[in-house]
């Protein structure tokens, strides 16, 4: 538990007594609780932290703010408009109701920004009709339905997205959530009664004497019941966690039902509203608000917090006076109409989530609707900051969110790395680490996320990051081979027609729409580039290309390591089949490579050649060579398009294989592996250990003579 305000009820602010309590000892180093000066105040509350008030702007129109208050209660942030509170051209307006200042904005905070206000309709269809809005910082709004008569609107409950309002001739009450980013409960419908939401639950009175059920607003279902004690059926409750208050009206009993301990204790009766722990209530003949402590399951002597005139309404809440049952404080307006914010001293219930509503464990970066691809939001019972992280399948953190001022974390995540490109396709996992806003407490949750539509891994045809094969077979048939999550061919998509000879190359995306492309010489010496697929479907000869030009029938390696010389896009490294000279071919703009470039000589001593990504760690592509003595060489790349001296990796490697392939990340551990095909069609795997080597090799498939090409 903490004790919100460490400056709770010490010394005196104008227009107010303020006694000290027991929970806070006092200090004169205590800095005093804050007090906000206004020209005039129509309406107020306070949930989350956050101060709402219905006032005068500089241009004179009346607005709905918003102000954010310190966990400490010390400081106020700047006002902020968050609607026209006036009447519009057409006579629309806020609904108000009587208050010692005229007339008042009837103002309910969500606790998560929003604030729910009775909207009334103007001119033309619907005219005088009314209906209840959640109005957000940005003043867009939920609405919850069809408009009511006149005066048959009113707001019963709200936390977060959920809320109970009542409306309609004859009256209906609606308990429901508003929509989230995942779902959308339909809602229940009922005969006006007692009626709270906290989190995702329905505190509701039945007609049965002192009885209460909490129904779960998303599955409809009765979560817990409650025999409270009360002499009556219930009339007004109000929960907060392990806390429901009750009252047989606002003269009759009162008590507040204990969760945890299942039985009710008695509280004071009148006009009160509840906080976390504690109830406030105004007694308007001795002129104060009075507090009243039952965090301990029973209810202390009730304490003075400070002097409020009985003024001329009856029932000042949320017009004169308020409480925030997030975790808060109390606010009041004095007679100078300055609003003063008064600490509860109340050690306050832990940290705890309430309601969430978490994105599925797939997304699209592409987006569906234009919307962001992963969106989720959280509610505590208390304000809090957050942070939100991202890791993708190698274990380094591609995003990080931050937020805070206020009971939710909403985390919107497009896809995008902290350096503002794309993240990879594949499995990414996600931290949410919440922490109070006065630092007593934490929450934190984990999930994965599958992501597609990001940027495709080295040598990926498909929308998730392990590697990828291309097969030929001997009836013309070009397959893309799709890497599967436990390190072998999972699943494969055809095209037919291909003529023998035809040499495939996986490439990178060159285009924005994040699928790679693929690199194919034809057996006449045209090389072409196929638009990627994203693993859609195969390719044919006739699907859409680009012809890049002719006499690639002079090499007899070519291969795409990846971006060689550090200007973002893949290139092209081929080998002269009468010299054995190794060229560099770097992609430009326009979809085209610049002129060859010279930077071996004579490397037929290798029976295969492939690029093989970064296999080092370094951040840049390199290459293998299989010499056909069975030895494996490994040239690093120097990031300028050349690479540095062979390295020796392994001595007698396998002189039976007679295909290698730098099949990207096949296993899914995030670093680069390599395929290599025996002479008896047996395929094997070796597992790139991310510093230039591998380790033993593992089959995984048989049968793969049947290929004439896997590249």
């Given at each position: 538990m903490f004790i919100r305000g460490r400056a709770a009820l010490v010394g005196a602010v104008a227009g107010a007594t303020v006694l000290t309590t027991a929970a806070v000892p006092a200090s004169a180093a205590d800095p005093a609780p804050a007090t906000v000066a206004t020209t005039g105040v129509y309406g107020l509350d306070f949930a989350g932290g956050l101060l709402v008030t219905a006032e005068q702007s500089a241009s004179g129109d009346r607005m709905v703010f918003d102000r954010r208050v310190s966990a400490d209660a010390v400081s106020v942030g700047a006002r902020e408009s968050r609607a026209f509170a006036g009447t519009y051209a057409n006579g629309a307006h806020l609904r108000t109701v009587p208050c010692d200042n005229g007339g008042c904005v009837d103002l309910m905070a969500s606790g998560h920004g929003d604030v729910g206000v009775v909207f009334v309709d103007g001119?033309?269809?619907?005219?005088?009709?009314e209906g209840v809005q959640f109005r957000a910082p940005d003043n867009s709004y939920h609405g919850t339905g069809a408009h009511v008569p006149a005066g048959t609107a009113r707001i019963v409950d709200t936390t977060g997205r959920a809320y109970v309002v009542n409306g309609g001739s004859p009256a209906k009450q609606q308990a429901a959530m508003y929509p989230g980013y995942t779902s959308t409960a339909t809602p229940i419908v009922r005969t006006p009664g007692a009626a709270s939401v906290?989190?995702?639950?329905?505190?509701?009175?039945?007609?049965?004497?002192?009885?209460?059920?909490?129904?779960?607003?998303?599955?409809?279902?009765?979560?817990?019941?409650?025999?409270?004690?009360?002499?009556?059926?219930?009339?007004?409750?109000?929960?907060v966690g392990r806390w429901v208050y009750w009252n047989c009206g606002t003269t009759g009993a009162a008590g507040v039902y204990d969760r945890t301990a299942k039985k009710?204790?008695?509280?004071?009766?009148?006009?009160?509203?509840?906080?976390?722990?504690?109830?406030?209530r105004h007694d308007r003949s001795a002129g104060e608000l009075l507090l009243t402590d039952f965090h301990?399951?029973?209810?202390?002597?009730?304490?003075?917090?400070?002097?409020?005139?009985?003024?001329?309404?009856?029932?000042?809440?949320?017009?004169?006076?308020?409480?925030?049952?997030?975790?808060?404080?109390?606010?009041?307006l004095d007679a100078a109409q300055n609003i003063h914010i008064v600490p509860s001293g109340v050690p306050a219930q832990p940290l705890a989530k309430?309601?969430?509503?978490?994105?599925?464990?797939?997304?699209?970066?592409?987006?569906?609707?234009?919307?962001?691809?992963?969106?989720?939001?959280?509610?505590?019972n208390r304000p809090v900051s957050w942070t939100y992280?991202?890791?993708?399948?190698?274990?380094?953190?591609?995003?990080?969110?931050?937020?805070?001022?206020?009971?939710?974390?909403?985390?919107?995540?497009?896809?995008?790395?902290?350096?503002?490109?794309?993240?990879?396709?594949?499995?990414?996992?996600?931290?949410?680490?919440?922490?109070?806003?006065?630092?007593?407490?934490?929450?934190?949750a984990t999930g994965s996320i599958s992501v597609g539509g990001g940027e495709p891994g080295f040598h990926d045809q498909g929308t998730y990051s392990n590697g990828d094969l291309v097969t030929l077979n001997s009836s013309g048939g070009l397959t893309i081979q799709f890497g599967g999550p436990g390190g072998v061919p999972d699943g494969?998509?055809?095209?037919?027609?291909?003529?023998?000879?035809?040499?495939?190359?996986?490439?990178?995306?060159?285009?924005?729409?994040?699928?790679?492309?693929?690199?194919?010489?034809?057996?006449?010496?045209?090389?072409?580039q196929y638009t990627g697929r994203c693993g859609r479907s195969g390719y044919t000869p006739g699907s859409a290309h680009t012809v890049i030009g002719g006499g690639w029938q002079q090499y007899d390696v070519l291969?795409?390591?990846?971006?060689?010389?550090?200007?973002?896009?893949?290139d092209l490294v081929a080998r002269q089949k009468s010299t054995g000279d190794i060229y560099f071919y770097a992609r430009v703009a326009g979809g085209k490579f610049a002129p060859k470039l010279r930077i071996n000589t004579d490397w037929r001593t290798y029976a295969q050649l492939t690029g093989a990504g970064d296999i080092t760690g370094d951040g840049i592509p390199d290459l293998l060579g299989h010499d056909r003595n069975g030895g494996l060489w490994r040239y690093d790349g120097l990031g300028n398009g050349r690479f540095a001296a062979r390295v020796k990796v392994f001595t007698d490697w396998g002189r039976s294989y007679n295909t290698m392939v730098g099949v990207g990340d096949l296993n899914g551990d995030g670093r680069n592996d390599i395929v290599v095909r025996d002479s008896a069609g047996k395929l094997f795997r070796n597992n790139g250990n991310g510093k230039g080597s591998f380790g033993a090799r593992t089959q995984i498939a048989t049968g793969w003579q049947t290929y004439k090409g896997i590249f």
């Open positions: 001119d033309g269809d619907g005219a005088g009709t906290w989190g995702t639950t329905l505190w509701a009175a039945t007609t049965a004497t002192g009885a209460l059920t909490a129904t779960d607003l998303e599955t409809k279902k009765v979560v817990e019941n409650a025999a409270t004690g009360a002499p009556c059926v219930i009339k007004e409750v109000r929960a009710s204790f008695t509280v004071p009766s009148g006009p009160a509203l509840v906080g976390d722990g504690y109830l406030v301990t399951g029973k209810a202390a002597a009730p304490r003075v917090i400070a002097a409020l005139p009985a003024g001329k309404t009856a029932d000042q809440r949320r017009l004169t006076w308020a409480v925030d049952r997030f975790g808060g404080d109390i606010a009041y309430i309601a969430s509503d978490v994105g599925d464990p797939y997304m699209d970066i592409k987006g569906v609707n234009g919307l962001p691809a992963w969106n989720s939001t959280w509610q505590f992280t991202v890791k993708d399948w190698t274990g380094r953190t591609v995003r990080t969110l931050k937020g805070g001022d206020g009971t939710e974390a909403d985390v919107n995540w497009d896809g995008l790395t902290d350096a503002g490109g794309y993240t990879g396709n594949g499995r990414h996992t996600w931290t949410l680490t919440a922490t109070a806003e006065d630092g007593t407490g934490k929450y934190t494969k998509k055809s095209g037919s027609g291909w003529p023998a000879g035809t040499v495939a190359v996986p490439f990178a995306d060159t285009g924005s729409d994040r699928c790679a492309e693929l690199l194919v010489r034809m057996p006449n010496g045209e090389l072409r291969t795409s390591p990846g971006d060689l010389n550090g200007d973002g896009r893949a």
